[in-house]
């Protein structure tokens, strides 16, 4: 029936495959053991259930080959037996008595396929490949599964590796996020100083919660364009307006089961929080240009680097939105006040940055410990990390100095983009108005220099009161 050839790929397609016949008839459990042996299956016969539950025991059986009626016993009840002790393994259930009803209720019961007595080779073999594909398809699932098991393992090492430290306020800031991480549908506040690890803290809660499978959303609040805030978080149907040529999920919709993280909550506009807020209580959205709401299960987690209460005060933050917020509240200092920190945080970016670029893991200079000890820090831990970097890349010795470092002043006047980035938010106003002194009034170039939206330099102009006429914003 078969070529050569065709039997070496079956050979090699199925060689892992092991088969179990069970059935009472010798002839039939010889002839199908045969075919079975020819297309390349590692097969098993067994004439009594006794036996056939033996091999069982004793192999790594993949296909069960099952007659419905064996002696003194229902191959229906095997079937749930079998399904029961071995959930993973598939059945096909072969009958010359087969009826309707008996079908339907092999299928129900957890049988891949039913052939009726007598059948061909081909019907076999067909049934056996489909099989095989299921099989296969599982498998793939299952190596999808275990390797995003690992990723997000190793994600989650690498998350507290990185937040690390010796001070006491650190350690009592992991044990609050691991504290809050237990309590899955309860929403979080993140306050501190821009580079602090906000965003780090927020993953370590939701990859430590029940919640760490689905997806961690990080949005950045002040990074979205006032036109299309509604539609990035709550979605938006298509035709409903100029581009949507698609239906697509907001923030809200893709963080069912997760985790959805608001930076910079305090940048949003307050018509956005008034639907915010009710997203939040109500577990449901609504589509732009769309009338049917959806349910979704997500977790919220925000974080701000400004004064939240002031900005309450100033009537631009929602009080009854804090409150949704704040029922954890957990706040990081900034890398001035835990000194202590410097020191252990500088050794793991060496070693990490010195693994990355292929170089060998250079000593540190105690007067450079010392050094970085005085420095304030205004980008905190995220600019000890970029410094970190390039110093290693600069350093043509196998000691990292003082010199490598090259510490600016806050006072420098010197503008860069890098150097204001670290400052904007400890001397916000007078950044932007030197940004936009040096851009020309530029509000494209002054935004691209800031490191932030055209929109969000907007809106903090607004915010500190600073005009700029159209002339002075002139390409």
């Given at each position: 029936m078969f070529n050569n050839t065709g039997k070496q790929e079956n050979l090699q397609l199925n060689s892992q495959m092991k088969v179990l016949v069970v059935d009472d008839e010798i002839n039939f459990t010889e002839e199908i053991e045969e075919f079975l042996q020819n297309q390349g299956y590692i097969s098993f016969t067994a004439n009594n259930v006794?036996?056939?539950?033996?091999?069982?025991?004793?192999?790594?059986?993949?296909?069960?080959?099952?007659?419905?009626?064996?002696?003194?016993?229902s191959g229906l009840d095997i079937l749930k037996e079998v399904k029961l002790a071995y959930p993973k393994l598939e059945v096909i259930i072969v009958s010359a008595h087969g009826d309707m009803e008996t079908v339907i209720t092999a299928l129900r019961n957890g049988a891949i396929d039913y052939l009726k007595k007598p059948f061909r080779h081909t019907d076999i073999q067909i049934a056996i490949q489909r099989t095989r594909k299921f099989l296969d398809l599982h498998r793939v699932?299952?190596?999808?599964?275990?390797?995003?098991?690992?990723?997000?393992?190793?994600?989650?090492?690498?998350?507290?590796?990185?937040?690390?430290?010796?001070?006491?306020?650190?350690?009592?800031?992991?044990?609050?996020?691991?504290?809050?991480?237990?309590?899955?549908?309860?929403?979080?506040?993140?306050?501190?100083?821009?580079?602090?690890?906000?965003?780090?803290?927020?993953?370590?809660?939701?990859?430590?919660?029940?919640?760490?499978?689905?997806?961690?959303?990080?949005?950045?609040?002040?990074?979205?364009?006032?036109?299309?805030?509604?539609?990035?978080?709550?979605?938006?149907?298509?035709?409903?307006?100029?581009?949507?040529?698609?239906?697509?999920?907001?923030?809200?919709?893709?963080?069912?089961?997760?985790?959805?993280?608001?930076?910079?909550?305090?940048?949003?506009?307050?018509?956005?929080q008034a639907k915010i807020l009710r997203a939040i209580e109500e577990k449901t959205i609504t589509r732009v240009g769309d009338t049917e709401p959806i349910a979704t299960d997500f977790r919220i987690i925000a974080a701000t680097n400004h004064d939240i209460d002031k900005l309450i005060e100033e009537k631009k933050f929602r009080l009854d939105l804090l409150h949704r917020l704040n029922t954890i509240h957990i706040h990081i200092p900034p890398l001035r006040e835990r000194v202590g920190d410097i020191d252990p945080l500088l050794k793991y970016f060496v070693a990490e940055f010195a693994r990355r670029l292929n170089k060998s893991v250079p000593t540190i200079e105690k007067e450079t410990i010392n050094m970085l000890k005085t420095y304030s820090f205004p980008g905190n831990v995220r600019e000890l990390k970029n410094m970190t970097e390039r110093a290693l890349i600069l350093c043509k010795n196998e000691t990292l100095t003082p010199n490598d470092f090259h510490i600016k002043q806050i006072n420098s006047p010197e503008i860069s983009k890098e150097n204001i980035i670290f400052n904007l938010e400890e001397n916000e106003e007078n950044l932007i108005r030197l940004a936009l002194k040096e851009k020309k009034y530029n509000q494209n170039k002054t935004a691209e220099l800031l490191g932030i939206t055209r929109d969000s330099l907007i809106r903090r102009m607004k915010k500190y009161g600073i005009m700029v006429s159209k002339s002075d914003n002139s390409e």
């Open positions: 006794h036996k056939g539950r033996a091999v069982l025991k004793n192999n790594d059986i993949d296909l069960l080959i099952l007659d419905v009626r064996l002696k003194g016993v699932i299952k190596n999808m599964e275990e390797k995003n098991s690992l990723i997000s393992k190793n994600l989650q090492e690498k998350i507290k590796r990185e937040f690390i430290g010796e001070s006491h306020q650190i350690k009592d800031i992991f044990e609050m996020a691991i504290t809050a991480s237990k309590y899955s549908n309860t929403s979080v506040l993140i306050t501190g100083e821009s580079g602090t690890g906000k965003e780090n803290v927020a993953r370590i809660i939701h990859y430590e919660s029940v919640r760490k499978d689905n997806f961690f959303c990080a949005v950045n609040s002040s990074a979205i364009t006032d036109s299309l805030l509604e539609s990035e978080f709550f979605g938006h149907k298509k035709g409903s307006f100029t581009g949507a040529i698609a239906d697509k999920k907001g923030f809200f919709e893709v963080s069912d089961n997760g985790t959805l993280f608001l930076d910079e909550i305090a940048d949003m506009p307050l018509n956005l």
